[in-house]
Structures are given as structure tokens and as C-alpha cells.
């Protein structure tokens, strides 16, 4: 069980989007429509953005948007503010009630 | 709402066992369609799936950790809890307890509780 594969950092200005990707196997992200993507505020419990690779929890603006295409998932943060300033992860099922995380990507706003 | 908290020893002897319980409130942990589950983060690096286990006591392990992992159920203090076993420094951590859907999303995070393996 690998993790997934995530860019260290990534950044951008307010009102920007950038798109954060999160790469896997058929094993993981390519076999099942089960990608979740978690905020994470040093010191705070991750928060659940994603789930079922697009679907947005309530309460989570709709400028979080998900999307995969074969073993690539990736999450967009359209007009960037300063309090989506956080750790992102990306998880997928990965078989026998398993799931696998990404290593993290921090985002900067600028 | 849901709310689950860690409880355990911060600090744990090299070669003994790291023991955690996780409390759930505001809802109970005989509920089909879930399981609950550990998960951890080495200082600087990322999430870590450890294990999860349904109210049945059925458990599920990363196979990483197989060997040095037991996770079991209380149903009566609607607790779950982790073990493992001969721990070195690399199982320092914040140490998270989720609820999971049944495919492996954790929802619900407890805050985490920070353990550090040290003599």
C-alpha cells in the first residue's frame, strides 16, 4: 500500500484557482470512484472537502471542486482566499475497507 | 454532532506499547454502515493509515503495521482503541481517530493527540 503521490507545495494569489493533483494506481484512484480531499489546519482535525471524487460536504464553499481522470485525481480552489491557506490531502479506497493517503500539498496563498 | 476525542499517554519507552483510547459522543458506535478507525502523522510528513474496526469487532490493518497493531471495540463506553506494540522513535506521531464510511472516508476526526516514543 503506496501512498499516493502529491506536489509538496503549490501557491497562489488571492482570487486566483490553482489545482492541486494527487496520482495513484488502478489499485486505488483508478479503480474506484472514492477519492476524498481533507483541509488541514496545523494543530486542527483534517476537514473533509471532497468525497466520492467531486461531491462537496454541506457547508464547504463551492470553490472546491474535484475531478479525476484515470489514476489522476485533482482538487481546484477557485478564487483563492487567505483562509484556504492549509494542508491538502487527497485519500481513495483502496480495497478491503482500506483507504491510502497522499503525502500533503501545502498551499500558500500569496 | 459527532464528536470523537483521543485519550492516552504522550509519551512512550522505545520497545513498549503505545496504548489510545478514542471516546465517541453525540452519537453511537453500533451504527452499520461505519466503522472507526486510527490514522497518523509523523512530525513533517503526511497521513498514515493505521487500521479501523466495525462495532462487530471486525478489524482491518495496514499491512505496515500488521504485526504490532490490535484495534478492538467497547461498545458499552462506546470507546475505541489502539495498540501497538514495540515502538521506536519513527512511531512518533499525532495519532488521529476518524469515524469511515464504509469506503474508508473518515468524516469525523478526533483532534489528535501527539505521542512521542523516547527513553
Known amino acids: 500500500q503506496s501512498a499516493l503521490t502529491q506536489p509538496p507545495s503549490a501557491s497562489g494569489s488571492p482570487g486566483q484557482s490553482v489545482t492541486i493533483y494527487c496520482t495513484g494506481t488502478s489499485s486505488d484512484v483508478g479503480g474506484y470512484n472514492y477519492v476524498s480531499w481533507y483541509q488541514h489546519h496545523p494543530g486542527k482535525a483534517p476537514k473533509l472537502m471532497i468525497y466520492e471524487v467531486s461531491k462537496r460536504p454541506s457547508g464547504v464553499p463551492d470553490r472546491f471542486s474535484g475531478s479525476k481522470s484515470g489514476n489522476t485525481a485533482s482538487l481546484t480552489v477557485s478564487g483563492l482566499q487567505a483562509e484556504d491557506e492549509a494542508d491538502y490531502y487527497c485519500s481513495s479506497y483502496a480495497g478491503g475497507n482500506m483507504g491510502v493517503f497522499g503525502g500533503g500539498t501545502k498551499l500558500t496563498v500569496l | 454532532q459527532l464528536q470523537l476525542q483521543e485519550s492516552g499517554p504522550g509519551l512512550v519507552k522505545p520497545s513498549e506499547t503505545l496504548s489510545l483510547t478514542c471516546t465517541v459522543s453525540?452519537?453511537?458506535?453500533?451504527?452499520?454502515?461505519?466503522?472507526w478507525g486510527w490514522i497518523r502523522q509523523p512530525p513533517g510528513k503526511g497521513l498514515e493509515w493505521i487500521g479501523s474496526i466495525f462495532y462487530s469487532g471486525s478489524a482491518y490493518y495496514n499491512p505496515s503495521f500488521r504485526s504490532r497493531v490490535t484495534i478492538f471495540v467497547d461498545t458499552s463506553k462506546n470507546q475505541f482503541s489502539l495498540k501497538l506494540s514495540s515502538v521506536t522513535a519513527a512511531d512518533t506521531a499525532v495519532y488521529y481517530c476518524?469515524?469511515?464510511?464504509?469506503?474508508?472516508?473518515?468524516?469525523?476526526w478526533g483532534q489528535g493527540t501527539l505521542v512521542t516514543v523516547s527513553s
Open positions: 453525540g452519537g453511537s458506535i453500533n451504527i452499520n454502515n461505519y466503522h
Open positions: 476518524a469515524r469511515l464510511t464504509m469506503v474508508a472516508v473518515p468524516d469525523y
